[in-house]
């Protein structure tokens, strides 16, 4: 790999890796995180229990835990890969929540639309800029539930991935300051 950032913590981050040269990862893994690697530049094919999925550049693939899976391909790429955990899930989601959330995961391979894509470049951007400024994690939860809504917004493309900027910078205004005001309250 040319280039590798991570940032956030173990049981949520996000990393960013981008090659000029062709790279075939040599082995097949799994983890016990999920994960969504969102292919920013480059063409590759990525292979899922053992199924080939061809990914251009815009394509997510999400992996559950404990799949197997692979990439490979011929040139320069670049991407953005969201890892996290059930522990992380389990502290700040209530099970229907996390079932709603998860609803993406029930596919290999996501489309997202240019609006949806531009969304989730800004909520990592966000998410990376609120981690070099030291804020706090109630900030993150809500970064990984906006790029899940996103992902799960993708899997119905009849609907518009995003209302207008100023009345989603308004629901999380409201949503952050519920949590800033109440979180002794919020069961984890």
Not at 50 to 73: E, I, K, Q, V
Not at 82 to 107: G, M, N, V, W
Not at 135 to 140: K, L, M, N, T, Y
Request: hydrophobic share 35%.
């Amino acid at each position: 790999m040319t280039s590798r950032r991570r940032f956030i913590n173990d049981d949520f981050k996000i990393s960013y890796e981008a090659t000029e040269n062709s790279w075939q990862m040599p082995y097949s893994h799994s983890h016990q995180d999920y994960e969504i690697y969102l292919l920013v530049k480059g063409e590759r094919i990525v292979t899922i229990d053992g199924t080939d999925y061809l990914t251009r550049a815009g394509d997510a693939a999400l992996f559950s835990p404990n799949c197997p899976h692979t990439s490979r391909g011929d040139g320069a790429f670049a991407g953005i890969c969201i890892h996290f955990s059930e522990r992380y899930l389990d502290k700040y989601y209530r099970p229907e929540a996390r079932r709603q959330l998860l609803e993406c995961f029930r596919h290999r391979i996501l489309r997202p639309d240019e609006k949806s894509r531009k969304a989730l470049f800004r909520i990592v951007q966000d998410s990376e800029e609120a981690v070099s400024n030291n804020e706090d994690a109630p900030e993150r939860f809500l970064a990984l539930a906006a790029i899940l809504a996103v992902m799960n917004r993708a899997m119905s493309p009849q609907h518009d991935p995003f209302p207008s900027k100023a009345k989603s910078i308004w629901k999380y205004q409201q949503i952050l300051n519920y949590v800033s005001g109440h979180y002794t309250e919020i069961p984890h």
